[in-house]
């Protein structure tokens, strides 16, 4: 689906608001893929948009966060140096995670089925209907995914995005 410039900007716009005003930064993406399915936009579409950028800023924190340890040797030693790799590792993990979820859809149907099944097992009446809904939506996720697998130059565009916008925060 294609938008205009004024509809990017109020997602964007919709998602740092959000971002700043909820916890730990959470209401951000959901919120903006609301707004997104309200103008028209698949929900699917907006979901695999959200993972997509959060994936080019992850790769952004370990791409700088690897430059700047290569600059600050000096200063990485002790804790600091543990905890220096700590954030590489656990910044690493969730982008492998985030890509995986873009690039393979039928471990993401799989794994939503297994949490739909034991919610079932446990009672809740609408997991039913939750998964029925969830499946339907993942469909038009692959869809998406898809067009990605088939169009790498926007993934690699995406990861370079984010790591011009994240430089701008240094």
């Known amino acids: 689906d294609k938008i205009t410039y004024p509809q ?20 951000g993406q959901p919120l903006e893929i609301y707004y997104m399915s309200k103008d028209g936009i698949p929900a699917a579409h907006g979901t695999i948009a959200a993972i997509l ?16 340890g290569i600059f600050h040797q000096g200063k990485l030693e002790g804790p600091m140096l543990w905890l220096y790799l700590y954030g590489i590792l656990i910044n690493s993990i969730t982008f492998m995670v985030l ?17 739909f099944e034991f919610l079932q097992k446990r009672g809740i009446k609408k997991a039913e209907q939750w998964k029925t809904n969830a499946i339907s939506g993942l ?24 790591v011009i916008q994240m430089s701008f925060y240094f």
Do not use: H
């Open 8 to 27: 990017a900007f109020r997602y964007v716009c919709i998602c740092q608001f959000f971002s700043a005003v909820t916890p730990s930064a959470t209401g």
């Open 53 to 68: 950028m959060t994936a080019g800023m992850e790769f952004a924190v370990v791409l700088l966060g690897i430059i700047g």
């Open 99 to 115: 890509t995986i979820c873009v690039f393979w859809t039928g471990g993401v149907k799989s794994f939503l089925t297994s949490v």
């Open 139 to 162: 469909d038009r996720y692959n869809d998406c995914s898809k067009f990605i697998r088939n169009n790498m130059k926007e993934f690699r565009l995406t990861l370079l995005r984010g």
